[in-house]
């Protein structure tokens, strides 16, 4: 998927499009401007041309990826082939594991509906009646 052509630019927030990080190069782009997205340890511009072997950290959401670039592409694949183009870290796979065990672990949190109906308000009223005051 590495263009032969060595005068080709592989700017930061294609290459994040193209591998899949992010849905849109917009959305890329905004990450990058916010300083979730750094080259070896520097915060960058979308602009930003990428070379082989930079060092990438990426925070999506509670997750962060620290991953190496092993290949260059402007254009979007397949996810078999967007894989191909970078190595995520032992560390950084072992840290997302942990986290996402942890997530699940949390209890599930509750969401009323909004304003009750009637029906919920007159079931209420009987419960609240019938029983006394509390």
């Given at each position: 998927?590495?263009?032969?052509?060595?005068?080709?630019?592989?700017?930061?927030?294609?290459?994040?499009?193209?591998?899949?990080?992010?849905?849109?190069?917009?959305?890329?782009?905004?990450?990058?401007?916010?300083?979730?997205?750094?080259?070896?340890?520097?915060?960058?511009?979308?602009?930003?041309?990428?070379?082989?072997?930079?060092?990438?950290?990426?925070?999506?959401?509670?997750?962060?990826?620290?991953?190496?670039?092993?290949?260059?592409?402007?254009?979007?694949?397949?996810?078999?082939?967007?894989?191909?183009?970078?190595?995520?870290?032992?560390?950084?796979?072992?840290?997302?594991?942990?986290?996402?065990?942890?997530?699940?672990?949390?209890?599930?949190?509750?969401f009323a509906k909004g304003r009750p109906t009637k029906r919920d308000r007159r079931e209420i009223e009987r419960l609240t009646s019938s029983?006394?005051?509390?």
């Amino acid at each position: 998927m590495q263009s032969t052509d060595n005068n080709e630019k592989y700017r930061i927030d294609k290459w994040l499009f193209a591998t899949r990080f992010f849905k849109t190069r917009a959305l890329a782009a905004a990450a990058i401007d916010r300083g979730r997205v750094m080259i070896n340890d520097q915060r960058i511009k979308p602009a930003k041309t990428i070379a082989i072997g930079d060092k990438i950290e990426i925070r999506i959401n509670n997750y962060q990826y620290t991953i190496e670039v092993l290949g260059l592409s402007n254009k979007r694949g397949s996810a078999p082939q967007a894989q191909q183009l970078y190595r995520e870290t032992d560390e950084s796979r072992e840290q997302r594991a942990l986290l996402a065990a942890r997530l699940r672990a949390q209890p599930q949190p509750f969401f009323a509906k909004g304003r009750p109906t009637k029906r919920d308000r007159r079931e209420i009223e009987r419960l609240t009646s019938s029983t006394g005051e509390f």
